[in-house]
């Protein structure tokens, strides 16, 4: 079983760190004249309309956001309101949000071994992407998936079948494929095999990337010990102009354990010094970050996103 660690450790810490460098550097920054560079939001539900999620994300300090197409587990997603989608565009041309970012749900498996569960997993990416073409918002991210026994090789033929039947030249929205922790059979724990992917696309220029940091460390990529290696990794196999965002996560579990669980940033074992790094490196410069920390409700974001704002 896993240690629980008091929270109340961690927090002089935190807090310490923010006070003495946080505040000071973003004092600096103001009496500069100098903008927030980092593009970074958290993610929120739309259930109560996307403009409500607007409104949400400025309560946060964030200038982005991350949120799911449709309830997560899958489901008839909800009817768009026009209203209330304008709402949302004028939240953003006015405090100049960086690119949204929409989630697929879990359950969405284009390289299950079932017919039936393919099936389910293409029509909500077909409808998805028709949803998003009426929406302020050009990036949609999914796992690729678990192949179940049928083999990577066989996996990537079934995701490619549902990409190219679904992927449209005029489309606006770029189709993003996130880093996996290769917990089971899942498919895109290393970056050779979702460079198979993109490169089995005929559409490869609506193809992107988003880096889950939790999950790339808990697939063997040490960011901690070697972020520029690993980005250099990155440029080498898939090319860093896909890399389109980067999901923002500390972690409960160690170093290659190929385990998925979500910490919240500076009491994993990645730790703050690692996001430090991340949001600072000159290559992501300008990316939208994306955080999916474990937290009690919309507003403990802030905290997070104030000390990473803070680098």
Not at 182 to 190: A, D, H, L, M, V
Not at 213 to 221: A, M, Q, R
Request: net charge neutral; proline share 4%.
């Amino acid at each position: 079983m896993r240690a629980i660690i008091p929270v109340a450790r961690f927090h002089p810490f935190l807090t310490s760190l923010f006070e003495k460098v946080g505040i000071r550097n973003m004092l600096k920054r103001v009496n500069k004249g100098e903008s927030q560079m980092l593009n970074i939001g958290p993610h929120l539900s739309i259930a109560k309309g996307f403009k409500k999620a607007g409104e949400e994300a400025l309560l946060v300090n964030a200038n982005t956001f991350q949120f799911f197409t449709r309830n997560p587990r899958g489901g008839k997603a909800k009817a768009l309101d026009q209203k209330d989608v304008d709402g949302l565009v004028v939240i953003m041309k006015e405090h100049h949000f960086a690119p949204l970012l929409a989630h697929a749900p879990y359950t969405l498996n284009m390289c299950s071994a079932k017919p039936e569960i393919r099936e389910f997993a293409q029509m909500v990416f077909k409808e998805d992407l028709a949803r998003l073409e009426n929406l302020p918002c050009e990036l949609y991210n999914f796992h690729p998936g678990n192949h179940l026994g049928q083999g990577v090789e066989k996996g990537i033929e079934l995701i490619l079948q549902i990409l190219n039947d679904e992927i449209w030249e005029g489309q606006k929205t770029t189709v993003i494929l996130e880093t996996m922790s290769g917990k089971g059979t899942e498919i895109g724990r290393s970056f050779e095999e979702l460079k198979t992917i993109i490169e089995g696309v005929t559409q490869k220029e609506k193809m992107g990337i988003c880096i889950d940091t939790c999950h790339i460390y808990s697939g063997g990529y040490d960011i901690v010990g070697n972020l520029e290696a690993v980005l250099e990794d990155f440029d080498r196999i898939i090319g860093i102009n896909y890399l389109k965002c980067l999901h923002l996560n500390d972690s409960m579990m160690p170093y290659n354990s190929h385990k998925d669980r979500h910490e919240k940033i500076g009491f994993g074992t990645l730790g703050v010094d690692t996001f430090q790094k991340i949001v600072t490196y000159p290559s992501l410069k300008g990316l939208p970050f994306f955080l999916e920390t474990p937290q009690e409700n919309t507003l403990d974001y802030k905290k997070e996103i104030d000390l990473l704002r803070s680098f």
